[in-house]
């Protein structure tokens, strides 16, 4: 079956542009997770949906950091003004409630 | 702070030779265990799932094992395609966060 989807697989921006890094879950999962990925580091956690509830942004680095998840699907991360620092592997997985999370190929995101 | 800490960072094996991977934990509250497997350019795969202390799980040649401080996967006779990066991960109390460890680069040589 098909698996965590995320687009585009790689993304090359100059300082100071604004991206959109997109993940479409597991049909019927619940649970969406962002994380961030540095060079051989482990997961930062971003940010959380988890059905109709409020997302846990706790994760967000910066004001510069905003995701939203449109019916219950698809969810999109925007990174505004990026910065060097932004540059990272951005990870999406997806779960059923209480259940292990299942993960998406990320988006690498250079910024010059 | 709910904090996860994986040991070795890096770990080179011969084929065959078996060995254990660490991870530490302290968190308010554990739900849940986790193992990963990250190849290189891709997303990781999900292992195993402990949830209490003397828990063991198995597959192929790897088993984790869980204490109430600490989790152990402990690799077997491993093979060439059993190198990659092994996550671990622990659930806490709110269910709404999972906490990961650096992981560890195991390289296994012919």
């Known amino acids: 079956g098909a698996g965590v989807s995320q687009s585009p697989s790689n993304k090359v921006t100059e300082k100071g542009k604004d991206v959109e890094l997109r993940c479409d879950p597991i049909?019927?999962?619940?649970?969406l997770y962002w994380y961030r990925q540095s060079l051989g580091q482990g997961l930062e956690f971003l940010i959380y949906?988890?059905?109709?509830?409020?997302?846990?942004k706790s994760g967000l680095p910066s004001d510069r950091f905003s995701a939203e998840r449109t019916g219950g699907s698809v969810s999109t991360l925007t990174i505004q003004r990026t910065q060097q620092e932004d540059s990272a592997v951005y990870l999406c997985?997806?779960?059923?409630?209480?259940?292990?999370?299942?993960f998406g190929d990320g988006t690498r995101l250079s910024i010059l | 702070e709910d904090q996860v800490t994986q040991s070795p960072e890096a770990l080179r094996l011969q084929e065959g030779e078996s060995s254990s991977l660490n991870c530490s934990y302290t968190v308010s509250g554990l739900r849940g265990l986790f193992w990963y497997r990250q190849d290189p350019g891709k997303g990781p795969e999900f292992l195993f799932t402990l949830y209490s202390a003397g828990e063991e799980k198995e597959k192929e040649r790897l088993k984790a094992t869980l204490t109430k401080k600490e989790s152990f996967l402990h690799i077997t006779a491993p093979k060439p395609e059993d190198s990659a990066t092994y996550l671990c991960a622990v659930q806490d109390h709110n269910f709404n966060k999972f906490y990961f460890g650096s992981g560890t680069k195991l390289n296994v040589k012919p």
């Open positions: 949906f988890q059905g109709n509830s409020a997302p846990d």
């Open positions: 049909s019927g999962h619940t649970a």
């Open positions: 997985a997806s779960s059923k409630e209480r259940e292990p999370q299942h």
